[in-house]
C-alpha cells in the first residue's frame, strides 16, 4: 500500500486544517488507517484511527472534540479535518495503515508527512 498525505500549511491559532490522505495498492476496506503527528524534539504520537469498515473511530484526548478522521473508500481517500488549532499542534503529520488492528504498533505501512504550523 502506498500512502500519500497533503494538505499541510500554515494556519492561525484558532484556524482549521483539512489533511487529506491518498491510498493505493489494496483496497481501503482492507484495513485500519490513521494519523500521527511528530513535533520538533519529540517522539511521533498518535492522533486518530479508523477501522477497515469505517464504523469505529479514535482519538487521541489532545484532539477529541477538535479533530476528526474520516473515509471515502470511493475515492480511497482518508481525511483528518483539524479545527480550533493552536500552537502545539505544530508538527509533521503522517497518515499510515494497518493490517491487522488499530493498536498503535500494527501501523507498519506509513506515508510522507505533511507540515502544519499553527501561528500565534
Known amino acids: 500500500v502506498q500512502l500519500q498525505a497533503s494538505g499541510g500549511g500554515l494556519v492561525q491559532a484558532g484556524g482549521s486544517l483539512r489533511l487529506t490522505c491518498a491510498v493505493s495498492?489494496?483496497?481501503?476496506?482492507?484495513?485500519?488507517l490513521g494519523w500521527f503527528r511528530q513535533a520538533p524534539g519529540k517522539e511521533r504520537e498518535f492522533v486518530a484511527a479508523?477501522?477497515?469498515?469505517?464504523?469505529?473511530?479514535y482519538h487521541a484526548d489532545s484532539v477529541k472534540g477538535r479533530f476528526t478522521i474520516s473515509k471515502d473508500n470511493r475515492k480511497k481517500t482518508v481525511y483528518l479535518d483539524m479545527n480550533s488549532l493552536n500552537f502545539e499542534d505544530t508538527a509533521v503529520y503522517y497518515c499510515?495503515?494497518?493490517?491487522?488492528?488499530?493498536?498503535?504498533?500494527?501501523?507498519?505501512?506509513w506515508g510522507q508527512g505533511t507540515l502544519v504550523t499553527v501561528s500565534s
Open positions: 499510515a495503515a494497518s493490517f491487522k488492528s488499530l493498536a498503535q504498533s500494527d501501523f507498519r505501512s
Open positions: 479508523i477501522s477497515w469498515s469505517g464504523s469505529n473511530t
Open positions: 495498492g489494496r483496497t481501503l476496506s482492507s484495513y485500519g
